[in-house]
Nanobody, 114 residues
Framework: QVQLVESGGGLVQPGGSLRLSCAAS????????MGWYRQAPGKERELVAR???????NYADSVKGRFTISRDNAKNTVILQMNSLKPEDTAVYYC????????WGQGTQVTVSS
């Protein structure tokens, strides 16, 4: 069983930055594809960014050039650096780990508002 714990959410003004972190338990973190997803009120959960075990990344078109996903296998951590935040980025952000089975974190709220 893998446990994922997200942190780093909060309230930020438009144009600001936040750094989300997801810490994973277990000893096989390096094998996981890790992803960040988000769900806004009344909307379906959507992929934000994903990074494979080999370091390949892909992003939703809406965040390209503003968000960066990275991983530190030594610390069992995946980071989502979010810059130039917009009100439409407001959502609960979830961390997902995939390696055969799928695991989700509990989510962290990100609110972009003036």
């Amino acid at each position: 069983q893998v446990q994922l714990v997200e942190s780093g959410g909060g309230l930020v003004q438009p144009g600001g930055s936040l750094r989300l972190s997801c810490a994973a338990s277990g000893s096989i973190f390096s094998f996981f594809t890790m992803g960040w997803y988000r769900q806004a009120p009344g909307k379906e959960r959507e992929l934000v960014a994903r990074i494979t075990s080999g370091g390949s990344t892909n992003y939703a078109d809406s965040v390209k050039g503003r968000f960066t996903i990275s991983r530190d296998n030594a610390k069992n951590t995946v980071i989502l650096q979010m810059n130039s935040l917009k009100p439409e980025d407001t959502a609960v952000y979830y961390c997902k780990a995939t390696y055969g089975s799928v695991y989700w974190g509990q989510g962290t709220q990100v609110t972009v508002s003036s």
